[in-house]
């Protein structure tokens, strides 16, 4: 099995946390029960010395963790459901529900899309990540596009890289937006907190242009088109102008309900625990057959019901 180490310095904000919470807020993506695991089998660090899953941080440590890789050849192929938009020999476009992993990673090794496009379409372990060429944050919902042959991967893959494939988001905001723009500021990991991304002028180019869909008393929705494909791109750029994403988890505001919020708002704004955020649209050049395409999803039952609700709150 192969390794990539990560290194940090434990911030002052983790002063006291036990190293395996302290390590679960700055690895992304992975489960506290299996940094439990990693500190067990000593693949964590602290100072020189492997620490026991109790003992507490106190802030400039160097703190260093071998995370265990899944190679290609690992994956497990499993039955689960894909919601395929289109399909021919080449690709297809599929409809990702919120909550599914896109990726296989060391925190969440099967239950993923390519973990099903490895069942439904076996010869796809021949191909990288499975002809999976972009991803969607795991409680985003929406299209994505998935190659079957090696050339459709290298022509969707260019069309990503020169900004080609066009893709177009709908997103619930906190506040009202008075009308579109583009924010173009870069994007890198934030250097306090590894689980977010964050504005910086070290960071690679990110440019997100946005347009008002519907506003509503205290909320707007968003038609967001991504001109790159940055980490948590769309939440980043939304919260940094003051229009986090409603129910986001990690870049969002605390919840503000307003004292004569409808009460089918009010329900809907406490239950709903994911970013607001479904990909509608995609739009390409088919790579083998050189076909202008596009392909259009509604949104999901739980932000439709949402919407339904701001519109409720706007009478």
Not at 129 to 147: P, Y
Request: aromatic letters at 6%; hydrophobic letters at 35%; a negative charge.
């Amino acid at each position: 099995m192969s390794f990539s180490k990560h290194s940090y310095i434990v911030p002052e904000h983790l002063v006291g946390q036990r190293v395996d919470k302290a390590l679960t807020e700055l690895l992304d993506g992975h489960s506290r029960s299996t940094i439990q695991n990693w500190i067990k089998k000593g693949l964590v660090i602290l100072d020189d010395e492997a620490p026991k899953q109790k003992d507490k941080v106190f802030g400039g440590e160097l703190l260093e963790v071998n995370v265990p890789e899944i190679r290609q050849g690992e994956w497990e192929a499993q039955n689960l459901p894909i919601d395929v938009v289109h399909e021919d020999e080449y690709m297809m476009v599929i409809n990702k529900p919120a909550g599914l992993v896109v990726h296989p990673g060391a925190g969440n090794p099967d239950n993923t899309l390519l973990n099903a496009i490895l069942f439904h379409y076996p010869e796809s372990r021949q191909l990288a990540r499975a002809g999976i060429v972009h991803r969607l944050d795991k409680d985003t919902s929406g299209l994505m596009v998935v190659a079957k042959t090696e050339t459709a991967r290298l022509g969707l893959t260019s069309q990503l890289v020169d900004h080609s494939l066009h893709r177009e988001y709908l997103a619930l905001t906190n506040g009202r937006v008075i009308s579109g723009n583009t924010v173009d500021e870069p994007i890198a990991r934030d250097k306090n907190d590894r689980r977010k991304m964050s504005i910086n002028m070290m960071g690679k180019e990110a440019i997100t242009h946005y347009r008002v869909d519907s506003r509503f008393r205290n909320h707007t929705l968003l038609r967001v088109q991504l001109e790159t494909g940055r980490t948590h791109q769309i939440r980043v750029h939304m919260n940094h102008i003051g229009f986090s994403l409603v129910g986001d988890p990690v870049y969002g505001r605390r919840l503000a309900i307003s004292g004569d919020c409808h009460p089918s708002l009010e329900a809907q704004l406490r239950t709903f625990k994911r970013q607001a955020l479904h990909a509608t649209r995609i739009e390409y050049i088919h790579p083998v057959l050189d076909e202008h395409q596009s392909w259009d999803r509604p949104l999901p039952e739980d932000m439709q019901a949402l919407i339904d609700a701001c519109e409720q709150d706007n009478h």
